[in-house]
């Protein structure tokens, strides 16, 4: 052969061998965005094919990447590499399309449990980083975008030129799967039958205000009802089974009330202080912003007063009905007096049936000139407004901070705070502006029964274990009459619209949230809509020990003192000698655990020594006594809910 035939022959020979040569290296390739991406959970927006999250070519330090995936921390995907996997490859980094240089994450890359790479934190303006990891032998591959540990806010976050190499004798196609759905659990033990009297051990009223108290008595219907020691101006009616009235003794007064079926019967005593500040206790109700946001209208009001009265939830001590943004109309031209908009047609009707349910009505307006849905706000129409509220018979009236540009907070709240205590009514007085300037501190001063401590939360892991679990700082503040608000609860069925879907916090978050929100003595405001309760919803709300806790005399605000590896114990003292005691895992964890984690708390580590008696409060369900410490398991973003008594 000619010297110049044999190279050519050579070169074919090559060629018609490459791909067999490939084939031998096993490169069969499969790219991330060919995956159903619409399975991975992510802490903000929709995951994105080809695209950034907000829909731009992706792009990482002015490179720009022609495919991969777009996401937003905290994001998880899960891949089930059906057999056969080699290895991953991706660069990785945040978008350039944030415009501030704020935000920060890192990327995790994890073959069944064992960390295979760690980006560490990375900011906007970091050069893509190459992600390859061996996949040899794995089942699952779990791609992670944390936070970077300052929250999730502009965290947008790039997976580009992500492959998964295949072993070329395997077919196995790989699969993205959903998150594994923990299932719903019920703890609570329900209703016995025999009567329990949930009222809080301490009322507050105004002096020479109308009265209106629906008492809470759960068990079997019909109930032999007294009350006993009511002060001059109050009866009880036993038709609504509400104290009502008006009384100048001021002072406190001891009521007590009997309750008594075939079941069995109760007794229970509370203080009336007459001339104190309302909301002796945490107020305890809902609000329609967490699910219908600004598609609200009279008939979900209705449909919710409907829903708590019939489920049950006011026997447990559950009733404000409250309307958010979006009912406001116009002002009369003449007399500046707010009017509803179309959706509701008639407050003072509205009222009047709220009321006839035993249930009180609370409505919403703004500082500023307008309300953050861009409704009429209150700025300049203070106490025109507050006596309007009360002539529909408003019991509670929430004051937003949008469209307040140059204002300032606590001479704004005082206005409103003075024109609500100038009526007629006890109104209850919920401020809300996020924390802004520190509400803690001039809240009480100016009126207010709660003030908000944070921006909105939302039912998501990150947002709500990072609301809780930042008040600790605030836990002086809280006290009878005037609470910390770390924002409404986000449990059931949500939406901030028309269209609702379930809670995305898993059934051992929800029980965090509620176990949480009450060691802090914070208002319990449902967001959920109220017909649509399913069990576990309901055995949630509805655990008296666990709103006990919440609802004690003492006030006090829960403490963080243990936090260890994650896991922090809050401490609330009790009005009783008591301490509640909520064990809880608030682990930020890349990869669910199946089990959970043990936990020994020692008494000494929360204050205490010798013998102590233990109570499963959400069980209701005594532990026994215990000499130095217990030992207890909670599950992942989970709680151990504990009434610890010592023993004398
Ligand atoms: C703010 C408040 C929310 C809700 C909305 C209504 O964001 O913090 O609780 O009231 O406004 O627009």
Same mark, same amino acid.
């Given at each position: ?20 040569? *490939? ?11 060919? $995956?159903? +991406? ?15 999250? /907000? ?41 350039? %399309? ?19 790479? /760690? ?31 300052? =929250? ?11 492959? *998964? ?11 993205? +799967? ?8 019920? $703890? ?23 009265? $209106? ?15 006993? @020691?009511?002060? @001059? ?41 007459? =001339? ?52 406001? =109309? ?53 106490? +025109? ?29 005082? +206005? ?32 207010? @029964? ?6 909105? *939360? ?25 609470? @910390? ?6 449990? =059931? ?15 051992? %978050? ?18 959920? #809509? ?54 809880? /895992?608030?682990? #930020? ?18 204050? $205490? ?18 000499? #130095? ?20």
């Amino acid at each position: 052969m000619e010297k110049g035939t044999f190279l050519l022959v050579s070169i074919m020979i090559i060629f018609a061998l490459a791909p067999v040569y *490939i084939k031998a290296q096993g490169e069969r390739i499969v790219r991330l965005e060919d $995956l159903d +991406i619409t399975k991975i959970t992510q802490g903000w927006g929709k995951p994105q094919k080809n695209l950034s999250v /907000d829909g731009n070519p992706i792009t990482i330090n002015e490179k720009k990447f022609d495919r991969g995936v777009g996401t937003h921390a905290t994001s998880r995907m899960i891949i089930d590499l059906k057999g056969g996997a080699k290895s991953f490859s991706a660069y990785v980094g945040m978008d350039d %399309e944030i415009k501030k240089e704020k935000g920060s994450v890192s990327f995790r890359v994890y073959a069944d449990e064992k960390k295979v790479f /760690d980006s560490d934190v990375m900011k906007k303006g970091d050069t893509a980083k190459e992600a390859k990891a061996d996949l040899t032998g794995a089942n699952f591959l779990y791609l992670i975008v944390t936070a970077g540990g300052d =929250g999730i806010n502009f965290d947008h976050a790039d997976w580009a030129d992500a492959v *998964i190499v295949m072993d070329e004798k395997s077919d196995a196609m790989p699969e993205a +799967i959903d998150q594994p759905k923990k299932e719903k659990y019920i $703890l609570s033990p329900g209703e016995r039958g025999a009567p329990r009297i949930n009222c809080p051990d301490v009322i507050g009223a105004g002096e020479n205000k109308d009265f $209106l108290y629906y008492i809470p008595i759960v068990g079997r219907r019909p109930l032999d009802v007294a009350v006993f @020691n009511l002060p @001059n101006g109050l009866i009880y009616d036993s038709e609504s089974n509400s104290i009502k009235g008006k009384t100048s003794s001021k002072g406190d007064c001891t009521i007590t009330v009997t309750a008594k079926n075939k079941f069995g019967e109760d007794k229970k005593s509370f203080d009336l202080r007459v =001339g104190a500040a309302l909301s002796q206790t945490p107020p305890m109700g809902w609000n329609s912003w967490n699910c219908w946001g600004c598609a609200v209208d009279e008939n979900k009001i209705k449909a919710a007063a409907d829903a708590m009265a019939a489920s049950g939830l006011i026997n447990h001590g559950w009733s404000y009905i409250n309307i958010d943004d979006c009912w406001q =109309g116009k002002r009369d031209e003449t007399t500046k007096k707010i009017n509803s908009n179309e959706k509701f047609p008639d407050m003072k009707e509205l009222a009047d049936y709220i009321h006839s349910k035993g249930l009180k009505f609370g409505v919403y307006t703004d500082s500023g000139t307008k309300t953050c849905g861009g409704y009429e706000g209150s700025k300049g129409f203070e106490k +025109i407004d507050a006596l309007r509220y009360a002539e529909w018979g408003v019991d509670y009236v929430k004051c937003d901070w949008c469209n307040t540009e140059g204002m300032e907070p606590e001479p704004a709240y005082t +206005i409103m705070g003075e024109a609500i205590k100038e009526c007629r009514r006890d109104i209850v007085f919920s401020i809300c502006n996020w924390g802004h300037k520190n509400p803690w501190e001039w809240g009480a001063k100016v009126g207010g @029964n709660l003030w908000r401590t944070t921006g909105d *939360i939302v039912d998501t892991w990150e947002s709500m274990s990072k609301i809780g679990f930042s008040q600790a700082r605030l836990a002086q503040y809280a006290q009878p009459g005037h609470w @910390n608000d770390p924002d409404m609860l986000v449990i =059931g069925k949500v939406g901030w619209g028309p269209n609702l879907r379930d809670s995305r916090l898993t059934p051992d %978050e929800q029980y965090t949230h509620i176990s949480l929100w009450c060691l802090l003595s914070s208002p319990l405001l449902l967001g959920c #809509d109220l017909t649509q309760l399913d069990n576990f919803t309901l055995n949630l709300i509805t655990n008296d020990e666990v709103l006990a806790i919440n609802q004690d005399k003492l006030g006090k605000q829960a403490q963080c003192l243990i936090n260890e590896n994650d896991i922090q114990v809050w401490v609330k003292n009790l009005a009783d000698g008591s301490k509640a005691v909520g064990i809880f /895992d608030a682990a #930020d964890r890349d990869i669910l655990l199946d089990d959970g984690i043990e936990f020994k708390l020692r008494w000494e580590d929360i204050k $205490l020594t010798g013998k102590q008696n233990v109570r499963d409060v959400w069980k209701q369900h005594e532990l026994g006594e215990w000499r #130095d410490a217990i030992t207890v398991k909670i599950p992942e973003h989970g709680v151990k809910l504990l009434k610890v008594t010592p023993v004398l």
